[in-house]
């Protein structure tokens, strides 16, 4: 077979030699071959097994290659592999229909786009048009994705070099650990992160903000589920100023935090909800927008600027359909939630009392961040050399990590068993104790 019988060596030539990669200098890359999946595993062209404690992207939450999205694809393969947006499809409809019942009551449509980046791409417009205003806050600890508008509401360094689009504001949102607003407590955190956005309005000038877009728990920027009653702030916020709240759930949703929408946990309902990842677990890419019966009806005689080629596309519909169907069906969302409970979440809290190395552990679900400092006091982050030095260790182990700034995500998949939590837990727990002796010394 050409795909399996090469080698990891004659891979990595034949990529370096023509693909061109994401977020990277091209000159000094070195990607891993991965050439199949199973579950939570992963294998390289030589038969080297790996433990996905990344999910990829953090987006493969019902596990590689789970047989029934497979079979499904293959169904829709065979008989309509593609159809333009406009027409009716029944396999599009239903995708539609099994992602508005995990929504709240009152989301009715669903307008789907090619991956989570249009998705708030789409979001944004929606809100602009809604409202009539342009602007957009949304948070610097966060990542909505690399087009126009989305890389431009992003918060981390991405945005810097792509800063085109206009109407971006930013604010601070509630991070205790290493708070912008000198509290001590969640409580207070809260408080002040919640006046901190609502002066920002003002000072922009509240008739001018169109959307507050955020991540309901900030994933790449450091899995912060926010303090009880932020969300609900926001909400309140938005209500009094006639703002549209967007939550993005490409991360956080379906299954990721151990519910089917992260916001489930916070008492919240936006106006619209974006999402991608893990409703399919990227076996096709797809995203979308679910809109609330307001927004939606303001459509109805008015037209709505916007659309994509692949809208919908029917292999990415048969997907999700598939997915959350089997995940529905095989308890996946509450095995996520039951291992963050019981496996992780404790595992993490031992591993944060006994390695000085460890600054915090946060998270839920197989949503987890452990935050690396040299100094526990000053919390100053570990070098880039040293999170290089854990993630070599952590891959000549067996364990696939998912890496960002000082912190190791702990991301497994959704399916992920309790023997493989605890065993990629011990994994981590081996090279912390390695890499904090050299740390020490
Ligand atoms: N929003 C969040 C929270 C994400 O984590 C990502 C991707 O990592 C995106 C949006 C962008 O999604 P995509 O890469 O599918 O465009």
Known sequence: DPLTARSNADISQADRSRVFHSWSAQGALAPMPIVSGSGSVVWD?????????????????????HPKVVAAIREQAELLTTVAPAHANATRARAAEMICELAPEGFEKV???NGGADANENAIRMARLVTGRDKVISRYRSYHGNTGAAIVATGDWRRIPNEYARGHVHVFGPYLYRSEFWATTEEEECARALHHLERVIQAEGASTIAAILLETVPGTAGIMTPPKGYLAGVREI???????????????GFGRTGEWFAFHAHDVTPDLITFAKGVNS?????????ISDAIAHHFDDTVFPGGLTYSGHPLAAA????????????????????IGAEVIGP????????HEIVGEVRGSGVFWAIELVSDRETRTPVTPATMGAIKAALLSRGLLPFIADNRIHVVP??????????RGLEVIDAVLAEVGAGEAA
């Open 238 to 252: 938005c209500d009094r100023y006639g703002i549209v709240m967007i939550l993005d759930e490409v991360m956080a």
């Open 111 to 113: 307008f789907f786009t």
């Open 45 to 65: 062209a030589e038969g080297n097994e790996y433990l996905d404690f990344s999910s990829q992207l953090v987006n493969v939450n019902i596990g590689h290659q």
């Open 319 to 338: 997907s999700i359909v598939a997915a959350l169907g089997a995940m529905r069906e095989e308890g996946i969302v509450d095995n996520a939630k039951r």
């Open 282 to 290: 990227g076996y096709v890419p797809v995203g979308g927008v679910i």
């Open 347 to 354: 595992r993490l809290a031992e591993l944060a009392e006994r």
């Open 413 to 422: 998949p959704c399916v992920v068993t309790e023997a493989e939590a605890r």
